[in-house]
């Protein structure tokens, strides 16, 4: 079974332009998720989706990440204008249903450094 | 929300059991008790996850404490792989359907 790829794998950027992540889901899984992972902490929920619809966006910062899941299977997370403390890793990761008891797989994630 | 609490590292020697505390207080009788780890540059794997009853997979053995307040995860004879972060987390009807992420445990393995 192929795993969650994301892209790419490393991204570099000047604070105040734009950036976009791909994530593709492991094949057949409903529920996507979004992570933000800063340098010695712990994965923070960015956004949840189920099939194309958001379930969770309360940890989202809506007035410059963005994120859309149009037909339900892959989907891109933008950062416009990115800021210097955006500098993390981001992860995607997939399960079959948002049941409690489901596990979910995770991608490598992207690295995103802001200059 | 319900929270864990895990010790911040831990060190074992290699080729022996491996056991990683956790503590749940708050947990309600529906949240489910899940294990991640998380290697160097890689995204967070699924170790095991139960409810009540100790739980065994390939990986490792769960054994949850019969008041639900605690678990252990337990790796049976470590190897210099199982170096990694290992984070316990709830998810259920009290502790939010999303997984949230604590500090983890940062397993050193001795060879």
């Known amino acids: 079974e192929a795993g969650v790829a994301q892209s790419p794998r490393y991204k570099i950027i000047e604070k105040r332009q734009s950036v976009a992540f791909w994530c593709n889901p492991i094949s057949g899984h409903a529920t996507l998720y979004w992570y933000q992972q800063i340098l010695g902490q712990g994965p923070k929920l960015l956004i949840q989706f189920q099939n194309n619809g958001v379930v969770d966006d309360s940890q989202l910062p809506k007035d410059r990440f963005s994120a859309e899941r149009l037909k339900g299977v892959d989907s891109t997370l933008k950062i416009q204008p990115a800021k210097l403390e955006d500098s993390a890793v981001y992860l995607c990761?997939?399960?079959?249903?948002?049941?409690?008891?489901?596990?979910?797989?995770f991608g490598d994630g992207t690295r995103l450094s802001i200059l | 929300d319900a929270k864990t609490t895990q010790p911040n590292s831990m060190e074992s020697n290699e080729e022996e059991p491996v056991h990683l505390p956790c503590n749940h207080s708050t947990i309600s009788g529906t949240d489910y008790i899940h294990w991640y780890r998380q290697l160097p540059s890689q995204g967070p794997e699924y170790v095991i996850h139960g409810l009540t009853s100790n739980v065994n997979n390939r990986m490792a053995s769960l054994a949850i404490a019969e008041d639900r307040k605690s678990s252990t995860l337990i790796l049976h004879r470590a190897t210099l792989r199982d170096a990694a972060v290992y984070y316990c987390i709830l998810s259920g009807n009290n502790a939010g359907n999303m997984l949230t992420f604590g500090g983890g445990t940062r397993l050193m393995v001795k060879p």
């Open positions: 990761a997939s399960s079959l249903s948002g049941a409690y008891n489901q596990p979910q797989h």
